[in-house]
């Protein structure tokens, strides 16, 4: 008999999930729809709202907008620039940034009008930290994982992605505290990945193998591959039931298998996924 768990907290956050149902209500609409930056970080779901109709775009097919069509900003948000430019553009924008992102998009413009300096825990690379550094005018200090490798200022703003790991908000905050005169600390790890972080951390820490469902581009995925590996040797991290089949065999001699999926994995192919197993 074999066991298959899936972890407390797995799937669509709140935030992704707000903003996938608009779109796909969008699908039927006779305007032309597009998403600036692939919606999620799910290539299933991306393809699903292309066979809608529904494409993304970047910069540089800011061309192909017309004011007759709708853009719609994901959940990670964009600069207060590139949501002008937009606007400029297209004839209706619709903002589905997550309102937690939203959140930390303000105050860090808020303290950058008052002179702290922000410090922002993420990805340099990934479009919620590039959208969160144009709220203060592109002037944040990144550290990746918790690092410091910069000249701590004075006077601080820290944030965080929404999907970073606390271990690195507290090496960050401590590290910060030595240093600076000032310091604000916003922990604003959001709670949708705090609860899908420690729910997969208890399963690991039970399970023989560990199946990390998601995508590849996927931070907050990326991250729960991380925390099973760290307690659970035999981890797979898959896209879909599609390519979950290519490791069965391997996966056949654990009795004890658990699941997680980050938060933009839609339900549908955990459920395909957990039938798999
Ligand atoms: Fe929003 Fe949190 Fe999801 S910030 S997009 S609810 S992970």
Redesign the pocket.
């Known amino acids: 008999m074999r066991e298959v768990i899936l972890a407390e907290h797995a799937g669509f ?4 999930k707000r ?1 996938v149902t608009k779109a796909f209500e969008l699908s039927g609409s006779d305007k032309k729809v597009f998403t600036f930056g692939e919606l999620i970080h799910n290539s299933d779901v991306v393809k699903n709202l292309e066979s809608k109709n529904i494409n993304a775009i970047s910069e540089e097919d800011f061309g192909e907008v017309t004011k007759q069509d709708t853009v719609l900003i994901r ?2 948000g964009v600069t207060p620039d590139r949501l002008e430019d937009i606007r400029g553009i297209s004839g209706e924008v619709i903002d589905l940034t ?4 939203t959140n930390i998009q303000r105050k860090v413009s808020e303290f950058h009008g008052k002179g702290y300096r922000i410090v922002i825990l993420g990805d340099k690379d990934h479009p919620e930290v590039v959208g969160i550094n144009g709220w203060c005018d592109n002037t944040a200090l990144i550290s990746k994982s918790g690092e410091i490798n910069f000249k701590v200022p004075g006077r601080i703003c820290a944030v965080s992605q ?2 970073e790991k606390q271990a690195n908000w507290e090496k960050l905050i401590v590290g910060l505290s030595k240093e600076a005169k000032e310091l604000f600390a916003f922990n604003t790890i ?4 705090q609860e899908r972080q420690s729910s997969t951390e208890r399963l690991a820490k039970e399970m023989e193998a560990m199946v990390v469902i998601g995508g590849k581009n996927s931070s ?1 995925t990326n991250k729960l591959y991380e925390i099973c590996k760290a307690w659970c040797e035999n981890t797979w991290f898959v896209e879909n039931a599609k390519e979950l089949k290519e490791h069965i065999e391997e996966l056949r001699e654990f009795k004890r298998i658990g699941v997680t999926a980050g ?1 933009s994995t839609p339900d549908w192919i955990i459920k395909e996924a957990m039938e798999l197993l």
């Open positions: 956050c709140f935030g992704v903003a959940s990670h997550c309102p937690y992102v929404t999907t959001c709670a949708a990945t907050n938060a």
